[in-house]
Structures are given as C-alpha cells and as structure tokens.
C-alpha cells in the first residue's frame, strides 16, 4: 500500500472549522471517480458512487478532515498568546510542546507558573513566538489565527508510523483509496468527508440530515489499550480494525456488526470488538439524524491519540479498506 498520500494528509494543517487545505487537496485527487461531488456551507466534501443493487440501502461513510489544534484568543503586552483549545486536548502534553499556525509561524508553549498532571486551566498556558513585546507579536499573528502541533509523519518500522493528525485523516485516506478503484457497489455509497468532527461532530451530523441514511459507519480511530493509557479496555495496534460496539453517545446495531465481521471473515482480515469509556465520533450523528439509521464506527487502534505523536499500524490501514470494500458490496437485509 502507498502511503504518500496519507503522509500528506497528515503533515496538512486543518484544525477544526478551518479545514480548506485538506478539502482542497482531497477533492482534486478524487473527484474525478464519484457519480455526483457535494458540499455544503459547514465545508463537507460527498462523494456519491450509485450502486447497482436491486435492494440496495443508503450508506453514509464519514471521515473527518478536521484535527484539534490551538486558536489565538489574546496578544499579551510580553508577547506571549493566550489561547483556546479547539477539540480535546491532553494539556500535560500540549504543555512545551512546538507549534506552526498556518501562515507558518512558529512557537512553544510555555505555562505561567508551576504545571503539573492535574492542571486543567489552559489559560495558564501561553504560545512563545520568541519576541518580548505585543507590537512584534502583532506583526506575526493575529487573535483567531490557529495553530497544531509542529510534528511530521514518519515510519518508526515497516509497520508502524507516527504523526500528528492521523485522527482522522488516515479515515480520509481509507475513503480516497476506496474511490480510486472506481468501483461500483451494490449500495448507493455516499462518502463524507466531514468537518468539525473534534469540535461536537458538527459536520457530520449536517451531512447525515442531507442525506438521511438507512446505514452508517464513521470511518475513524479509537484508543489503544496495549499500552499503560487513561481508558480500560482491549483495543490493540497491529491486530485489525476495531469494530464499536458501544461508547457513551452510540450502542451500535447488532445486525449491522454481524455483517462487518462476517465481510471481515470473508477477507481473511482479523477485527476487533471495542467498547469505550469515553468518547464519540460521527456514527452517532449520523445514528440520531432525521429519522435515524443504523451505524457504527470502524476504528483504526491509535496510540497517543490528539497529540503530536500518535501511532498506527499500516496493517490495520489496508486490513480496514478490504472490509470496507467487501461490505459495500454486500445485499444488507434486516430484520424488524
């Protein structure tokens, strides 16, 4: 599997609400393989490949482009940034960590007195530019400019590689793949790449209302357990995609499940059953939009999610597109 797109991906800044640049990269490289190409005013990008299923059901297929990232909301007179977090992020890891706004600025983020694990107050934090006065600061950026973490894809072994940003544009990847084929499905297959997923999947939830769907499956990550983290729970990198079963805003169809694991099983690719503390994604946007559908999430196993450095296995990656592959391709009955 080629992974120079995915490398893209992933070094691209698209914090949440502010994902053009991916848009933009993913749309050109695809557009020419779907029936209709969509978006909206939140910025999502559909991709509608019409099946040739006599019983074929609507599926909706989410990625999101978006990545959480830091947003100016103060110049102060030392000229330091005060800012705000846009999506969840780990502060004992944001704190001292290197940082690039759009515009290719750079700065570290420092902490006005002492910063421990169990600091919350992301006020106490401040971007460094490295200039002492808020007229030189001025100069550099501006307050709502936007920021990520400064860090670059990267293989640690043939298997294994680390970036930032890899939730979710590995998902974007996954779909773009899927696309190149340029198949048809015996399902009408409407792939989303949504926005403003870190942020209450706020994009997601718009595109599902657009176009109400019987089935829904958010093409995403989900925490590893196979190294000391914050969640109990038995995901692991390297052994399959992680199929959702339930977390705090979904309890996925059951029938729906049967059907990923049984395309799992026709593969021969392994998967995994997750259920989580914590947490959400766009299944459950799209589980509750309009009158509701059935959905769940396909999760590559991530470790160190929302930070810098995060970790996947390729494997996983190109286990993950032959189920998808195969489950689109299959008549979906369910019972009452």
């Known amino acids: 599997m080629e992974t120079k797109k995915l490398e893209e991906l992933c070094n691209m800044i698209g914090v949440a609400g502010y994902e053009e640049e991916v848009r933009r990269y993913i749309k050109a ?8 190409v969509m978006s909206d005013a939140l910025g999502n990008l559909i991709v509608f490949k019409k099946g040739y299923g006599e019983n074929k059901k609507k599926v909706m297929v989410s990625a999101h482009m978006d990545e959480v990232g830091f947003q100016v909301i103060k110049i102060n007179e030392n000229g330091t940034l005060t800012f705000k977090l ?4 780990w502060l004992p890891m944001v704190y001292m960590s290197k940082v690039v706004f759009e515009n290719g600025q750079k700065g570290v983020i420092g902490c006005n007195g002492g910063f421990d694990s169990s600091n919350r107050d992301v006020t106490k934090l401040y971007i460094d530019l490295g200039v002492s006065t808020k007229a030189e600061a001025e100069k550099l950026v501006k307050i709502g400019d936007v920021a990520t973490y400064d860090s670059y894809f990267e293989h640690l072994t043939d298997d294994l590689v680390v970036a930032k940003a890899i939730d979710d544009r590995v998902g974007c990847f996954m779909q773009m793949e899927l696309l190149k084929d340029n198949k048809a499905y015996y399902n009408d297959v409407y792939f989303v790449f949504s926005t403003q997923e870190e942020v209450g999947t706020r994009g997601g939830l718009v595109a599902a209302k657009r176009i109400s769907p019987e089935v829904g499956i958010a093409f995403d990550v989900t925490p590893s357990n196979d190294r000391p983290c914050d969640q ?14 339930s977390d705090p805003s979904l309890i996925a169809d059951r029938q729906l499940v049967k059907y990923l694991e049984s395309a ?11 259920c989580i503390m914590v947490g959400g994604s766009d299944a459950a946007a799209m589980n509750t939009a309009t009158t509701g559908c059935k959905s769940t999430l396909m999760g590559i196993v991530i470790r160190y999610c929302h930070g810098p450095y995060s970790i996947i296995s390729l494997k996983d990656v190109e286990g993950s597109i032959k189920i998808m592959d195969k489950f689109l391709d299959t008549e979906l009955v369910f019972e009452d």
């Not at 490289?29 to 209709?36: L, M, R, S």
């Not at 021969?268 to 059953?273: A, S």
């Open 232 to 245: 109990a729970g038995d995901n692991r990198v390297g052994k399959g995609p992680a199929l959702l079963i």
């Open 86 to 89: 846009l999506g969840f992020g």
């Open 29 to 36: 490289d695809i557009a020419q393989y779907g029936d209709e």
């Open 264 to 274: 799992a099983e026709a593969c021969g690719e392994e998967m995994q059953r997750s």
